[in-house]
């Protein structure tokens, strides 16, 4: 059973281009968050997401970012006009339902670098 | 005010060693605790969950004061393996975590 698998590992983008990040949850789990780690920095909640759905988005920087987990394929993290303060490591996780105890597996993350 | 705060570190400890880490967090409405741990920067793994009456994974035991609004995490008999970055989270009804900045430990021989 392959855990929750994200692409692309590393992600270089100049200003101004857009990022995708994707993730795609293990099998039989239909809920999706991400986060994002700051260099030095904590991880802090972006969004969370149920298949075709935005849950909570209470993370997300009100502009240039947004997120999707459609019917088929992975879930998407857009960012678009990258700025330098984008750089950072965004962390997929996924669970198998929603509830207090329900345990959040992580992929191992993009690692995004503006130039 | 953060919703979680941790002391940073670094805790350098020889082999051998017991350590204790302690995390207080300010959302009394906080439902699910935990410990992970987080090695350079790859994703952050469950170390254990916290519950109000203690519990213990062979060399890890966690509490939960739910009336100070305090967690604590400590390690007997540190292993060279334990060196990591230890992290805080609260976890919300629907799944929802809030990590705090982590804790480095470094173990050396």
């Known amino acids: 059973n392959a855990g929750v698998m994200q692409n692309p590992r590393h992600l270089v983008r100049r200003r101004g281009q857009e990022a995708r990040l994707r993730c795609s949850p293990m099998?039989?789990?239909?809920?999706v968050y991400w986060y994002r780690q700051l260099p030095e920095e904590g991880l802090k909640f972006m969004v969370y997401?149920?298949?075709?759905?935005?849950?909570?988005e209470s993370g997300m920087p009100k502009e240039r970012f947004s997120a999707e987990f459609p019917k088929e394929g992975p879930s998407i993290l857009r960012i678009q006009q990258v700025v330098r303060g984008d750089s950072a490591a965004y962390f997929c996780?996924?669970?198998?339902?929603?509830?207090?105890?329900?345990?959040?597996?992580f992929g191992n993350g993009t690692r995004l670098t503006v130039t | 005010r953060k919703e979680v705060e941790q002391d940073p570190g670094p805790f350098n400890v020889p082999e051998g060693a017991t350590v204790a880490f302690n995390c207080t967090y300010s959302n009394s409405a906080s439902q699910s605790f935990f410990w992970y741990r987080q090695d350079c920067r790859k994703e952050p793994k469950l170390l254990m969950s916290?519950?109000?009456s203690g519990n213990e994974d062979g060399r890890f035991t966690a509490q939960l004061n739910r009336a100070s609004q305090y967690i604590s995490l400590l390690i007997r008999d540190s292993k060279l393996s334990d060196s990591a970055t230890y992290l805080c989270v609260l976890g919300t009804s629907y799944g929802k975590l809030t990590f705090g900045q982590g804790t480095i430990l470094t173990v050396h021989p």
């Open positions: 916290v519950y109000s």
């Open positions: 997401l149920q298949k075709e759905n935005i849950i909570d």
């Open positions: 996780a996924s669970s198998p339902s929603s509830g207090v105890n329900s345990p959040l597996h």
């Open positions: 099998k039989g789990h239909s809920h």
